[in-house]
């Protein structure tokens, strides 16, 4: 895709959504209380599956500066054979990595010298973002989730570095699994980037990553969806688009007003909807109460 193609589909998708969606909760708002209370009709079995990786605490080559944790306490050699202790460690990480599972606010993505709907990007400044922050979603976001699983339609555990889902294999995988993506749903697309993590091994993502197709943004626009998760970054590497890196993340979080959510797992959620012949749930993301941000960890819930 040329650029010029890539800024005539941006400009489409973001005059579309500037009809649709709110200046400050983005699609968020097509979550509404009617939709979250036909979620929660999606509980069959009352099973618990979590969407997210564990932390990554030591170096790898999709992990150069990892989370940091360590204990406060007890120190070296206290002693804590009488009386009353606490064990308490920190923790402090950076939560736009390319391994551990987060949340993109609205305030993440900067393109042309504006966030989404047209906020300055000087509302981004070393104190922290003063608009399109974590706030939108302090009381989370519980919605209907469906996970469309694309190397399941060719067979394969996952999809090669550099592959791109496109809008056709979307509804393909639609109609295999007997599911439809509709209005205000959390459209979560595996490309099984975990599984050949844990298979074969960590590998540096950002030259060569399966990820969503630029067009295929055309699909969620007009079925409505509410926010985008991956397993992978949701972006392919190298890029569709000349001269854009993350083309994705760009018509996503900048034009549409979609929050991402990066790098989950779903490798416990796959055999549990093969089992119960099911790829809807009711979903709750939990984001933290952090002031100011850009992002978040998270650790979203399916419920079965």
Do not use: K
């Not at 308490?88 to 900067?110: Q, T």
């Amino acid at each position: 895709m040329s650029e010029a193609a890539f800024r005539e589909l941006y400009r489409a998708l973001r005059e579309q959504s500037s009809r649709e969606v709110d200046s400050r909760r983005g699609a968020l708002a097509r979550l509404t209380p009617e939709r979250v209370a036909a979620a929660a009709g999606e509980v069959r079995t009352g099973r618990a599956v979590s969407l997210a990786a564990p932390v990554q605490t030591v170096p790898g080559p999709d992990d150069p500066q990892p989370a940091s944790h360590w204990m406060i306490a007890p120190a070296a050699g206290d002693n804590v054979s009488r009386g009353l202790h606490f064990a308490r460690d920190r923790f402090a990480m950076n939560v736009h990595g390319d391994a551990d599972s987060h949340l993109d606010a609205l305030c993440h993505v900067i393109f042309d010298g504006e966030l989404f709907g047209g906020v300055p990007a000087s509302t981004v400044t070393p104190d922290g973002a003063r608009e399109l922050t974590l706030d939108a979603v302090a009381d989370g976001i519980v919605g209907r989730g469906v996970l469309l699983d694309i190397p399941r339609l060719g067979g394969v555990p996952w999809l090669e570095a550099g592959d791109q889902v496109s809008a056709e294999d979307l509804m393909a995988a639609e109609e295999a699994q007997r599911v439809t993506v509709g209005p205000g749903d959390l459209l979560f697309v595996r490309v099984g980037h975990r599984r050949r993590r844990r298979d074969l091994g960590a590998w540096d993502p950002a030259p060569a990553r399966a990820g969503l197709h630029p067009a295929a943004m055309r699909f969620l626009a007009e079925r409505g969806v509410a926010v985008l998760g991956s397993d992978g970054n949701n972006d392919a590497a190298p890029s569709a688009v000349e001269g854009i890196a993350y083309p994705v993340h760009v018509l996503a979080v900048h034009a549409m007003g979609l929050h991402l959510l990066d790098y989950l797992d779903f490798e416990a959620l796959v055999p549990v909807c093969e089992e119960l012949g099911r790829w809807q749930f009711l979903c709750v993301v939990a984001p933290l109460r952090l002031q100011a941000a850009t992002g978040s960890p998270v650790n979203p819930i399916a419920v079965l």
